[in-house]
Protein backbone atom coordinates (compact mmCIF):
# COMPACT_ATOMS: atom_id res chain seq x y z
CA UNK A 1 0.00 0.00 0.00
CA UNK A 2 1.10 3.71 -0.81
CA UNK A 3 0.17 6.41 1.24
CA UNK A 4 1.37 9.50 0.31
CA UNK A 5 0.57 12.94 3.05
CA UNK A 6 -0.20 15.98 1.06
CA UNK A 7 0.34 19.13 2.84
CA UNK A 8 -2.69 21.25 2.77
CA UNK A 9 -4.56 18.67 0.93
CA UNK A 10 -4.73 15.40 3.09
CA UNK A 11 -3.75 11.86 3.08
CA UNK A 12 -4.10 9.40 0.22
CA UNK A 13 -7.76 9.41 -0.31
CA UNK A 14 -8.58 11.56 2.80
CA UNK A 15 -9.20 15.23 1.70
CA UNK A 16 -8.99 18.20 4.29
CA UNK A 17 -12.38 19.42 4.29
CA UNK A 18 -14.42 16.28 3.58
CA UNK A 19 -17.47 15.29 5.76
CA UNK A 20 -16.87 12.09 7.97
CA UNK A 21 -19.70 10.46 5.82
CA UNK A 22 -16.72 11.23 2.81
CA UNK A 23 -13.89 10.14 5.17
CA UNK A 24 -15.33 6.49 6.25
CA UNK A 25 -15.96 5.78 2.50
CA UNK A 26 -12.21 6.62 1.59
CA UNK A 27 -11.04 4.71 4.61
CA UNK A 28 -12.91 2.03 3.54
CA UNK A 29 -11.51 1.96 0.12
CA UNK A 30 -7.89 1.81 2.19
CA UNK A 31 -9.17 -1.36 3.66
CA UNK A 32 -9.75 0.05 7.29
CA UNK A 33 -11.87 -0.45 9.63
CA UNK A 34 -13.14 2.24 12.04
CA UNK A 35 -12.70 1.35 15.94
CA UNK A 36 -14.34 4.34 17.58
CA UNK A 37 -17.19 7.04 17.06
CA UNK A 38 -17.75 6.34 13.60
CA UNK A 39 -21.55 6.07 13.74
CA UNK A 40 -21.84 9.58 15.20
CA UNK A 41 -23.60 11.99 12.65
CA UNK A 42 -20.75 14.43 13.64
CA UNK A 43 -18.22 13.15 15.48
CA UNK A 44 -14.90 15.29 16.62
CA UNK A 45 -12.44 11.95 15.93
CA UNK A 46 -13.10 8.93 13.76
CA UNK A 47 -10.51 5.85 15.02
CA UNK A 48 -9.24 3.90 12.18
CA UNK A 49 -7.22 0.70 12.04
CA UNK A 50 -5.80 -1.77 9.56
CA UNK A 51 -5.55 -4.71 10.95
CA UNK A 52 -3.03 -6.82 8.58
CA UNK A 53 -0.09 -3.88 9.26
CA UNK A 54 -1.22 -2.78 12.69
CA UNK A 55 -1.53 0.61 11.79
CA UNK A 56 -3.72 3.25 12.99
CA UNK A 57 -5.20 6.05 11.35
CA UNK A 58 -7.09 9.01 13.86
CA UNK A 59 -8.96 11.37 11.65
CA UNK A 60 -10.29 15.04 13.34
CA UNK A 61 -12.66 17.15 12.59
CA UNK A 62 -13.40 20.94 13.17
CA UNK A 63 -17.20 21.69 12.25
CA UNK A 64 -17.82 18.34 10.50
CA UNK A 65 -14.96 18.89 8.33
CA UNK A 66 -11.64 16.86 8.43
CA UNK A 67 -9.19 19.32 10.10
CA UNK A 68 -6.58 16.72 10.17
CA UNK A 69 -5.37 13.24 9.86
CA UNK A 70 -2.87 11.35 12.11
CA UNK A 71 -1.15 8.26 11.33
CA UNK A 72 0.68 5.37 13.05
CA UNK A 73 3.58 3.67 12.27
CA UNK A 74 2.62 0.25 11.31
CA UNK A 75 3.57 -2.15 13.98
CA UNK A 76 3.99 -5.80 11.99
CA UNK A 77 7.87 -4.61 10.21
CA UNK A 78 6.91 -6.59 7.21
CA UNK A 79 4.40 -4.37 6.49
CA UNK A 80 3.73 -3.86 2.62
CA UNK A 81 3.43 -0.31 2.99
CA UNK A 82 4.89 3.38 2.39
CA UNK A 83 3.89 6.32 3.75
CA UNK A 84 5.54 9.15 1.54
CA UNK A 85 5.78 13.15 1.64
CA UNK A 86 7.98 14.40 -1.28
CA UNK A 87 9.16 11.01 -2.20
CA UNK A 88 10.55 9.89 1.31
CA UNK A 89 9.13 7.68 3.14
CA UNK A 90 8.80 8.92 6.21
CA UNK A 91 8.81 5.62 8.40
CA UNK A 92 11.64 3.98 7.11
CA UNK A 93 14.02 6.44 6.92
CA UNK A 94 15.70 7.53 10.08
CA UNK A 95 14.26 10.25 11.11
CA UNK A 96 17.38 12.55 11.60
CA UNK A 97 18.50 11.68 7.89
CA UNK A 98 14.30 12.45 7.11
CA UNK A 99 14.58 16.10 8.91
CA UNK A 100 17.77 16.28 7.06
CA UNK A 101 16.84 15.95 3.95
CA UNK A 102 13.58 17.90 4.31
CA UNK A 103 16.02 20.90 5.19
CA UNK A 104 17.86 20.52 1.95
CA UNK A 105 14.86 20.77 0.06
CA UNK A 106 14.26 24.17 1.50
CA UNK A 107 11.61 23.67 4.24
CA UNK A 108 12.11 24.84 7.43
CA UNK A 109 11.99 22.04 10.62
CA UNK A 110 11.25 22.66 14.30
CA UNK A 111 11.41 21.09 17.32
CA UNK A 112 9.13 21.76 20.57
CA UNK A 113 9.73 21.33 23.92
CA UNK A 114 7.27 17.95 23.97
CA UNK A 115 9.64 16.39 21.40
CA UNK A 116 7.83 17.03 18.04
CA UNK A 117 9.13 17.42 15.01
CA UNK A 118 7.31 20.06 12.52
CA UNK A 119 7.42 21.39 9.37
CA UNK A 120 5.50 24.80 9.29
CA UNK A 121 5.32 25.28 6.04
CA UNK A 122 3.84 21.72 5.21
CA UNK A 123 1.62 21.80 8.21
CA UNK A 124 3.09 18.68 9.42
CA UNK A 125 4.30 17.19 12.75
CA UNK A 126 6.41 14.22 13.47
CA UNK A 127 6.96 12.50 16.49
CA UNK A 128 8.90 9.14 17.66
CA UNK A 129 8.14 8.76 20.88
CA UNK A 130 6.19 5.65 21.22
CA UNK A 131 5.52 2.80 23.26
CA UNK A 132 5.95 0.22 21.12
CA UNK A 133 8.96 -1.81 20.29
CA UNK A 134 10.01 -0.29 16.83
CA UNK A 135 13.91 -0.48 16.10
CA UNK A 136 16.08 1.48 17.90
CA UNK A 137 19.55 3.53 16.98
CA UNK A 138 22.81 2.76 19.23
CA UNK A 139 21.91 4.86 21.97
CA UNK A 140 18.27 3.54 21.98
CA UNK A 141 16.30 6.04 20.97
CA UNK A 142 13.59 5.13 17.98
CA UNK A 143 15.36 5.09 14.98
CA UNK A 144 12.21 6.08 12.93
CA UNK A 145 8.98 9.18 13.38
CA UNK A 146 6.10 6.52 14.39
CA UNK A 147 3.64 9.02 14.44
CA UNK A 148 2.83 12.20 11.61
CA UNK A 149 0.22 14.49 11.30
CA UNK A 150 -1.05 16.40 8.11
CA UNK A 151 -3.52 19.61 9.45
CA UNK A 152 -5.24 22.72 8.34
CA UNK A 153 -3.81 24.30 11.71
CA UNK A 154 -0.50 26.46 11.92
CA UNK A 155 2.23 24.03 13.37
CA UNK A 156 5.19 25.15 15.31
Known sequence: MEM?????VGVATFR????AEEATRA?????LLATGAEAESDPGQILF???????????GFIKGALGNVEVWRFRNEDADVRVTLDGLDVFRTPSEELLQQFEERGHTTEE???GFDALPDLKVIFANNSSF???VDEDGDPLYFDYVLVTTEPVG
Not at 4 to 8: A, D, F, G, I, K
Not at 16 to 19: D, E, Q, R, T, Y
Not at 27 to 31: F, Q, V, W
Open 49 to 59: THDEFRMNFTL
Open 112 to 114: NDL
Open 4 to 8: ELLPH
Open 16 to 19: LGMS
Open 27 to 31: AEELG
Open 133 to 135: EYP
